[in-house]
C-alpha cells in the first residue's frame, strides 16, 4: 500500500468510528424528525450516509444495500420513517440482535428487532460471516446470495450471511474491521487496489503499510491473499476457488488453503465445507467429554466422596456449599480417567484432541495442559531442557519459578539485567545487546558450548514487550542452537491480536522457520557476512546451522477464559522429537498432579473456542478499553491535578524506541501510530497495562490499592510500586467497569481536594515531605552483583552454581541471621557477606537476592528504603540469612560440613 500524507486519527478502530457515526446519525435523524434545525442536521445525516455506505461494504448486517435505503429515504425528506429504521438499526446493533434472523429480507430497511423471551431454534444457532473475495457486479453478488439461502437449513448448528469484497484490499480491510468473519472464500484472478483505502479509512489501515503487492498478478493475488489472511487472521477458515489444474497449483497455495474448489462445483460443497470448519473449530472435545460423563448415572466405588455430590447434599452441615457451587460441579467431579474421559498424564482421546485444537490455536506444534499454574508450567520446561551444568541466561526479573527452577536443574545461571526506571521503582527489560555482549564474554571464557537457554519474560508484568523476533535472530546469530523459553503469563491473549501476534514466541518460530529455508534470505545471508567489517560479530544466523528451538509458558487464566491455574505450554522445536520429547514427559511426570483438576481443563478447552472464534473481537476491545482509560485521565481536568498515566516514553528509554513515539494518544494528533511502534521499536507498550502515577497524591502505591481502591470501593488492581498502581483490562472488562473505576476515581480526586483545603500547617509540611519521599527521594534500583567465589562455576566468567548455595544451606550450622543495620556495620568492617536465601520483595515481586549472592550496599539501602509489607525470605526481627564465614571457607575448599557436600556436579571441562 502506498502512504499518503497523515490523517488524525480521532477513534482507535474502525469499530469505534462505525458505532460513533451511527450514533451521530440517529441524532441527527432524530433532530430532523422533531423538526429542529433542519438545514444543518439534513447536511450532516447527507454526509454521515456516505461515510457508511462505505464502511458498510465491509459487514453483513446492515449493510451497503439497507445504507442506499436509507439515503433514499433522507433524499426524499421522509424523516420520520429515517428516524424509525436508524434507530431500530442501532438498536440491533447494540443488542446483536440481527444475528438471530440474517437471512431476513434484505428489502426491509429497517432490520430486525431484538425479541425478547424468544427461545426458538435460530436464537440458538452461532452467528458469523464469510468473506467472498470476487470481481462481480451487484447482480452477481445477489445471486450467490440466494444460491447460499437455498443450501440453508433450521437444523444447521450454525447461521451465517455473506460478504463480497471485490478487492484483495478491500479484503484485507473487512478482516481487520469485521469480527464476525470466520471464512474466507478467494475466487481466483483478483485485482488488489482498493479507491476506500483513500480518505477517512487511511488511519485505520497502518496494520498493512508493509504490505507490496504491486508487482503480484491478478493471477497470483488469490495465493498471495491467502499467505497474508494466514499470517493476519489465522483462526479464519481459507478456501480457494479456481480453474488451475491441480497439477499447476503451488504447494504454498495447497498449503494456505484448508480446501480448493473448482469453479463448476455446486455451491452446496462450499457450504457444507463451510460449515464442517466452523465445526471443528468449535468442537470443545474435554468439556463435552466431561458434561456426558456428569450426566450419566454413576456407582462410586472410588476416591472422592464430593464426586455426584453425595457427601455434601445430604449433609446437614455443609449444604450451603453445595448450593453455592450447584450441582453440576459436583456431577462432574471425578478420580476417573475412563468411561469417555482421559488422562492428563498420558492422554489418549479428548484430552488429546483437546490438545491439539489449542497447538492449532496458538500456532504450536505441540501444546500441554497445566493445572497448578505458570509457575509448574516453568519449572516443567527449564527441567525438561537443561542439565545440571549447563548455562542459562536468565533475567534477573523473571518471576521467582524460574530461580527455582534453576535449583531444581542444576543449571548455571547467568543473569541479565533489565534497565531500571528509579522514578517509579520499577525495572523495564534486557535490552538486546546486553544478551549479545553476555553471550560474548562466555565464548571468550570458552562457556559458550554450554550455554543452552535464554529465558525471557514477555510481556513484563508492567506491560513491556520484547521484540521477539529481532532477539532470537540476533542471538541466533551467536549460539544458532539456542534455546528460547518466553514467560508469556501475561501475554496469552496476544495470539488474537494482528498487532500484538507479531511480538509472540509461537508465531516468530515459525515466521523464522520458513524465513531461514527460502532462497532469498541464504542470498541475505551471503550479503550480511561479506559486508561484514573486521572484527564485527554477524546479527544474522547460518541457515546452515540454524535450529528453531521455542518454548512458550501462558497463564491461560490470566488473559484467557479459564479457571485459576490454569496453563499451557507452547511449543515449536523442530529437535522435540529427537532431542527433549522423553525428557519433557520426564519433567511433566515430576510437576504434574495425578489427579488433574477436570474444571480446570474443561475450561482450558472452552476458553481456547472462544479464543478462536471471539478471540480477535474481545481482545480489540480490550485493547481500546485500556487506550480509552489512559485518555480519560490523561485528558480529565480533575483526575490529572492528582494523578498521571505513565507513557511510553517514560517506561521505555529514548534508546530503545526506534520510532520515537512517546504516548499512544496526543489532543492534538489523536490515536498515534501504534502499529509504527509495534513494528520497528526494540521493545513495545503492552496498551492493556496501564500503570497509573500517585506521587502527586503524597500516597503510595501500596495504601492507594489496599485503603482506597479495595477497601472503599471493592476494586481490584493488578501490581503496585511505590508510588503507581498498575489497572489491566481484558476480555472479561467492561464499559461499565470503566465508568465506574472513572467515578471512582474523581471522587477520591475530591476527598483529596477536601483533605488538602483542611490541612494544619504541620499536617501540610507533612504531607509535603510524603510527595516529596515518593516523587524524588526515590530508592536505589540494585542490579545483580556477583556469586560469591565458592559458588562460581568457572572463575572469570559469567554464570554462577545456585544449587549448591541453596543445599548449602539446609544445614543451620552454616547460617546466621544479621539485621539490616547490622549488615552495614559489618560491611563497614571488611565482611563480604553472603545470602543464604532467595529474599523477594512484592512488589516488586522477583528476588532481590539469591542464595550464594554476595551482598552489597545499594541492596541493603533497597530493602531499607522500600516501603512494603510483604518480603518473602526476610524476617525484620531476625534480619538477613547469610552464610557463615566458615561455612564459605570449606564450600571454597570442597571440604564436607556435617557430612553434605554441594549437591552440584563439577562442570564439565571444554574439549580440546
Same mark, same amino acid.
Given at each position: 500500500m502506498?502512504?499518503?500524507?497523515?490523517?488524525?486519527?480521532?477513534?482507535?478502530?474502525?469499530?469505534?468510528?462505525?458505532?460513533?457515526?451511527?450514533?451521530?446519525?440517529?441524532?441527527?435523524?432524530?433532530?430532523?424528525?422533531?423538526?429542529?434545525?433542519?438545514?444543518?442536521?439534513?447536511?450532516?445525516?447527507?454526509?454521515?450516509?456516505e461515510e457508511l455506505v462505505v464502511l458498510e461494504q465491509y459487514w453483513a448486517y446492515p449493510g451497503i444495500v439497507r445504507v442506499r435505503q436509507l439515503r433514499a429515504l433522507a433524499a426524499a425528506g421522509q424523516w420520520h420513517a429515517l428516524h424509525v429504521a436508524v434507530d431500530q438499526i442501532v438498536r440491533a446493533l447494540v443488542s446483536g440482535a440481527f444475528r438471530n434472523d440474517p437471512l431476513r429480507t434484505i428489502a426491509d430497511p429497517v432490520g430486525p428487532e431484538e425479541e425478547e423471551g424468544d427461545t426458538t431454534e435460530r436464537h440458538r444457532q452461532n452467528y458469523f460471516e464469510v468473506l467472498v473475495v470476487d470481481e462481480i457486479d451487484d447482480a452477481e453478488e445477489e445471486a450467490l446470495k440466494g444460491r447460499v439461502r437455498k443450501c440453508r437449513d433450521a437444523a444447521d448448528p450454525f447461521t451465517y450471511d455473506v460478504i463480497v469484497a471485490r478487492t484483495a484490499q478491500d479484503a484485507l480491510i473487512a478482516l481487520l474491521f469485521n469480527h464476525n468473519i470466520q471464512s474466507v472464500v478467494v475466487k481466483y484472478g483478483v485485482s488488489f487496489p482498493s479507491p476506500n483505502a483513500r480518505g477517512f479509512l487511511r488511519p485505520f489501515l497502518r496494520a498493512f503499510d508493509a504490505l507490496d503487492l504491486s508487482t503480484v498478478s491478478k493471477s497470483d493475488m488469490g495465493p498471495a491473499l491467502g499467505d497474508i489472511v494466514r499470517e493476519f487472521r489465522p483462526e479464519v477458515d481459507r478456501y480457494y476457488v479456481t480453474d488451475t489444474p491441480v497439477p499447476d497449483l503451488h504447494d504454498s497455495t495447497i498449503r494456505n488453503f484448508r480446501r480448493i474448489f473448482y469453479r463448476a462445483e455446486d455451491v452446496q460443497e462450499l457450504h457444507l465445507t463451510i460449515l464442517r470448519g466452523i465445526q471443528e473449530r468449535f468442537e470443545a472435545p474435554f468439556f463435552t467429554a466431561l458434561t456426558e460423563y456428569s450426566k450419566k448415572p454413576m456407582g462410586v466405588f472410588h476416591a472422592m466422596p464430593i464426586s455426584r455430590g453425595n457427601s455434601v447434599f445430604k449433609s446437614r452441615w455443609i449444604q450451603d456449599f453445595g448450593e453455592f457451587y450447584g450441582r453440576n460441579l459436583f456431577l462432574a467431579e471425578t478420580s476417573a480417567t475412563t468411561g469417555g474421559l482421559d488422562s492428563l498424564l498420558q492422554p489418549t482421546g479428548p484430552l488429546k484432541k483437546a490438545q491439539e485444537l489449542a497447538a492449532r490455536a496458538f500456532g504450536a506444534q505441540h501444546t500441554f495442559f497445566a493445572t497448578n499454574g505458570t509457575s509448574s508450567s516453568n519449572k516443567i520446561v527449564v527441567q525438561a531442557l537443561v542439565e545440571p551444568g549447563d548455562v542459562v541466561l536468565i533475567d534477573r526479573d523473571c518471576h521467582k519459578s524460574h530461580h527455582y527452577g534453576m535449583v531444581l536443574s542444576g543449571a548455571y545461571p547467568v543473569y541479565l539485567h533489565s534497565y531500571p526506571l528509579p522514578k517509579y521503582s520499577m525495572y523495564g527489560a534486557v535490552p538486546l545487546e546486553h544478551i549479545r555482549e553476555k553471550l560474548l564474554s562466555l565464548r571468550a571464557g570458552g562457556r559458550l558450548d554450554r550455554v543452552k537457554m535464554l529465558l525471557l519474560t514477555n510481556c513484563t508484568f508492567d506491560g513491556v514487550v520484547y521484540n521477539v523476533e529481532r532477539v532470537m535472530e540476533q542471538v541466533l546469530a551467536l549460539k544458532p542452537d539456542m534455546v528460547f523459553l518466553w514467560d508469556e503469563a501475561w501475554f496469552a491473549f496476544a495470539n488474537f491480536s494482528h498487532l500484538m501476534r507479531q511480538r509472540t514466541a509461537m508465531h516468530v518460530a515459525a515466521k523464522l522457520r520458513r524465513k531461514y529455508d527460502s532462497e532469498a534470505y541464504k542470498k541475505e545471508y551471503a550479503a550480511h557476512i561479506a559486508g561484514l567489517k573486521r572484527g564485527e560479530e554477524p546479527r544474522l544466523p547460518d541457515p546452515a546451522k540454524v535450529r528453531i528451538r521455542v518454548y512458550a509458558t501462558q497463564s491461560t487464566h490470566k488473559t484467557l477464559s479459564s479457571m485459576r491455574q490454569g496453563s499451557m505450554i507452547q511449543v515449536w522445536d523442530e529437535d522435540f522429537r529427537r532431542k527433549s520429547e522423553a525428557s519433557f514427559h520426564e519433567a511433566y511426570m515430576t510437576h504434574t498432579s495425578t489427579s488433574a483438576n477436570y474444571q480446570i481443563l474443561g475450561s482450558l478447552d472452552v476458553g481456547r473456542r472462544q479464543a478462536v472464534f471471539e478471540g480477535h473481537e474481545l481482545v480489540e476491545k480490550a485493547i481500546e478499553l485500556g487506550m480509552m482509560l489512559r485518555r480519560t485521565i490523561r485528558e480529565h481536568e480533575k483526575l490529572k491535578k492528582w494523578f498521571d498515566i505513565i507513557t511510553i516514553g517514560e517506561l521505555i528509554p529514548k534508546a530503545h524506541r526506534e520510532s520515537g513515539i512517546e504516548g499512544y494518544y496526543s489532543r492534538e494528533k489523536g490515536w498515534l501510530d501504534i502499529e509504527r511502534a509495534w513494528a520497528e521499536d526494540e521493545f513495545a507498550l503492552d496498551p492493556t497495562k496501564i500503570n497509573l502515577y500517585t506521587g502527586k497524591t503524597g500516597i503510595d502505591g501500596d495504601t492507594f490499592k489496599n485503603k482506597y481502591l479495595m477497601d472503599k470501593y471493592a476494586i481490584q488492581v493488578n501490581k503496585t510500586s511505590r508510588n503507581s498502581v498498575l489497572f489491566m483490562t481484558?476480555?472479561?472488562?467492561?464499559?461499565?467497569?470503566?465508568?465506574?473505576?472513572?467515578?471512582?476515581?474523581?471522587?477520591?480526586?475530591?476527598?483529596?481536594?477536601?483533605?488538602?483545603?483542611?490541612?494544619?500547617?504541620?499536617?501540610?509540611?507533612?504531607?509535603?515531605?510524603?510527595? @516529596?519521599?515518593?516523587? #524524588?527521594? +526515590?530508592?536505589?534500583?540494585?542490579?545483580?552483583?556477583?556469586?560469591?567465589?565458592?559458588? /562460581?562455576? %568457572? =572463575?572469570?566468567?559469567?554464570?554462577?552454581?545456585?544449587?549448591?548455595?541453596?543445599?548449602?544451606?539446609?544445614?543451620?550450622?552454616?547460617?546466621?541471621?544479621?539485621?539490616?543495620?547490622?549488615?552495614?556495620?559489618?560491611? @563497614?568492617?571488611?565482611? #563480604?557477606? +553472603?545470602?543464604?536465601?532467595?529474599?523477594?520483595?512484592?512488589?516488586?515481586?522477583?528476588? /532481590?537476592? %539469591? =542464595?550464594?549472592?554476595?551482598?552489597?550496599?545499594?541492596?541493603?539501602?533497597?530493602?531499607?528504603?522500600?516501603?512494603?509489607?510483604?518480603?518473602?525470605?526476610?524476617?525484620p526481627e531476625l534480619g538477613l540469612r547469610v552464610f557463615t564465614d566458615e561455612a564459605l571457607g570449606r564450600q571454597r575448599t570442597g571440604t564436607a560440613i556435617g557430612g553434605m557436600r554441594s549437591a552440584t556436579p563439577t562442570p564439565r571441562k571444554k574439549a580440546k
Amino acid at each position: 500500500m502506498s502512504t499518503p500524507a497523515p490523517v488524525t486519527r480521532q477513534h482507535f478502530n474502525a469499530a469505534r468510528l462505525r458505532a460513533y457515526t451511527w450514533n451521530q446519525l440517529k441524532l441527527e435523524v432524530t433532530s430532523l424528525d422533531e423538526g429542529r434545525g433542519k438545514a444543518a442536521a439534513a447536511g450532516a445525516v447527507t454526509a454521515l450516509l456516505e461515510e457508511l455506505v462505505v464502511l458498510e461494504q465491509y459487514w453483513a448486517y446492515p449493510g451497503i444495500v439497507r445504507v442506499r435505503q436509507l439515503r433514499a429515504l433522507a433524499a426524499a425528506g421522509q424523516w420520520h420513517a429515517l428516524h424509525v429504521a436508524v434507530d431500530q438499526i442501532v438498536r440491533a446493533l447494540v443488542s446483536g440482535a440481527f444475528r438471530n434472523d440474517p437471512l431476513r429480507t434484505i428489502a426491509d430497511p429497517v432490520g430486525p428487532e431484538e425479541e425478547e423471551g424468544d427461545t426458538t431454534e435460530r436464537h440458538r444457532q452461532n452467528y458469523f460471516e464469510v468473506l467472498v473475495v470476487d470481481e462481480i457486479d451487484d447482480a452477481e453478488e445477489e445471486a450467490l446470495k440466494g444460491r447460499v439461502r437455498k443450501c440453508r437449513d433450521a437444523a444447521d448448528p450454525f447461521t451465517y450471511d455473506v460478504i463480497v469484497a471485490r478487492t484483495a484490499q478491500d479484503a484485507l480491510i473487512a478482516l481487520l474491521f469485521n469480527h464476525n468473519i470466520q471464512s474466507v472464500v478467494v475466487k481466483y484472478g483478483v485485482s488488489f487496489p482498493s479507491p476506500n483505502a483513500r480518505g477517512f479509512l487511511r488511519p485505520f489501515l497502518r496494520a498493512f503499510d508493509a504490505l507490496d503487492l504491486s508487482t503480484v498478478s491478478k493471477s497470483d493475488m488469490g495465493p498471495a491473499l491467502g499467505d497474508i489472511v494466514r499470517e493476519f487472521r489465522p483462526e479464519v477458515d481459507r478456501y480457494y476457488v479456481t480453474d488451475t489444474p491441480v497439477p499447476d497449483l503451488h504447494d504454498s497455495t495447497i498449503r494456505n488453503f484448508r480446501r480448493i474448489f473448482y469453479r463448476a462445483e455446486d455451491v452446496q460443497e462450499l457450504h457444507l465445507t463451510i460449515l464442517r470448519g466452523i465445526q471443528e473449530r468449535f468442537e470443545a472435545p474435554f468439556f463435552t467429554a466431561l458434561t456426558e460423563y456428569s450426566k450419566k448415572p454413576m456407582g462410586v466405588f472410588h476416591a472422592m466422596p464430593i464426586s455426584r455430590g453425595n457427601s455434601v447434599f445430604k449433609s446437614r452441615w455443609i449444604q450451603d456449599f453445595g448450593e453455592f457451587y450447584g450441582r453440576n460441579l459436583f456431577l462432574a467431579e471425578t478420580s476417573a480417567t475412563t468411561g469417555g474421559l482421559d488422562s492428563l498424564l498420558q492422554p489418549t482421546g479428548p484430552l488429546k484432541k483437546a490438545q491439539e485444537l489449542a497447538a492449532r490455536a496458538f500456532g504450536a506444534q505441540h501444546t500441554f495442559f497445566a493445572t497448578n499454574g505458570t509457575s509448574s508450567s516453568n519449572k516443567i520446561v527449564v527441567q525438561a531442557l537443561v542439565e545440571p551444568g549447563d548455562v542459562v541466561l536468565i533475567d534477573r526479573d523473571c518471576h521467582k519459578s524460574h530461580h527455582y527452577g534453576m535449583v531444581l536443574s542444576g543449571a548455571y545461571p547467568v543473569y541479565l539485567h533489565s534497565y531500571p526506571l528509579p522514578k517509579y521503582s520499577m525495572y523495564g527489560a534486557v535490552p538486546l545487546e546486553h544478551i549479545r555482549e553476555k553471550l560474548l564474554s562466555l565464548r571468550a571464557g570458552g562457556r559458550l558450548d554450554r550455554v543452552k537457554m535464554l529465558l525471557l519474560t514477555n510481556c513484563t508484568f508492567d506491560g513491556v514487550v520484547y521484540n521477539v523476533e529481532r532477539v532470537m535472530e540476533q542471538v541466533l546469530a551467536l549460539k544458532p542452537d539456542m534455546v528460547f523459553l518466553w514467560d508469556e503469563a501475561w501475554f496469552a491473549f496476544a495470539n488474537f491480536s494482528h498487532l500484538m501476534r507479531q511480538r509472540t514466541a509461537m508465531h516468530v518460530a515459525a515466521k523464522l522457520r520458513r524465513k531461514y529455508d527460502s532462497e532469498a534470505y541464504k542470498k541475505e545471508y551471503a550479503a550480511h557476512i561479506a559486508g561484514l567489517k573486521r572484527g564485527e560479530e554477524p546479527r544474522l544466523p547460518d541457515p546452515a546451522k540454524v535450529r528453531i528451538r521455542v518454548y512458550a509458558t501462558q497463564s491461560t487464566h490470566k488473559t484467557l477464559s479459564s479457571m485459576r491455574q490454569g496453563s499451557m505450554i507452547q511449543v515449536w522445536d523442530e529437535d522435540f522429537r529427537r532431542k527433549s520429547e522423553a525428557s519433557f514427559h520426564e519433567a511433566y511426570m515430576t510437576h504434574t498432579s495425578t489427579s488433574a483438576n477436570y474444571q480446570i481443563l474443561g475450561s482450558l478447552d472452552v476458553g481456547r473456542r472462544q479464543a478462536v472464534f471471539e478471540g480477535h473481537e474481545l481482545v480489540e476491545k480490550a485493547i481500546e478499553l485500556g487506550m480509552m482509560l489512559r485518555r480519560t485521565i490523561r485528558e480529565h481536568e480533575k483526575l490529572k491535578k492528582w494523578f498521571d498515566i505513565i507513557t511510553i516514553g517514560e517506561l521505555i528509554p529514548k534508546a530503545h524506541r526506534e520510532s520515537g513515539i512517546e504516548g499512544y494518544y496526543s489532543r492534538e494528533k489523536g490515536w498515534l501510530d501504534i502499529e509504527r511502534a509495534w513494528a520497528e521499536d526494540e521493545f513495545a507498550l503492552d496498551p492493556t497495562k496501564i500503570n497509573l502515577y500517585t506521587g502527586k497524591t503524597g500516597i503510595d502505591g501500596d495504601t492507594f490499592k489496599n485503603k482506597y481502591l479495595m477497601d472503599k470501593y471493592a476494586i481490584q488492581v493488578n501490581k503496585t510500586s511505590r508510588n503507581s498502581v498498575l489497572f489491566m483490562t481484558n476480555i472479561g472488562t467492561t464499559r461499565g467497569s470503566l465508568a465506574y473505576l472513572t467515578k471512582v476515581l474523581l471522587e477520591i480526586a475530591a476527598d483529596l481536594e477536601q483533605r488538602n483545603a483542611g490541612m494544619s500547617p504541620p499536617e501540610k509540611r507533612l504531607h509535603l515531605g510524603a510527595i @516529596r519521599s515518593l516523587v #524524588e527521594e +526515590v530508592p536505589p534500583l540494585p542490579d545483580f552483583g556477583r556469586f560469591h567465589d565458592s559458588f /562460581v562455576a %568457572v =572463575p572469570g566468567v559469567p554464570g554462577g552454581d545456585l544449587r549448591a548455595a541453596y543445599f548449602l544451606a539446609y544445614d543451620e550450622r552454616r547460617c546466621a541471621h544479621l539485621k539490616l543495620q547490622d549488615c552495614l556495620e559489618a560491611m @563497614r568492617q571488611g565482611r #563480604e557477606l +553472603v545470602s543464604a536465601s532467595f529474599v523477594i520483595p512484592y512488589p516488586p515481586g522477583f528476588p /532481590v537476592l %539469591v =542464595p550464594g549472592q554476595v551482598i552489597e550496599r545499594e541492596i541493603i539501602d533497597f530493602l531499607i528504603a522500600i516501603d512494603v509489607k510483604e518480603i518473602h525470605g526476610f524476617r525484620p526481627e531476625l534480619g538477613l540469612r547469610v552464610f557463615t564465614d566458615e561455612a564459605l571457607g570449606r564450600q571454597r575448599t570442597g571440604t564436607a560440613i556435617g557430612g553434605m557436600r554441594s549437591a552440584t556436579p563439577t562442570p564439565r571441562k571444554k574439549a580440546k
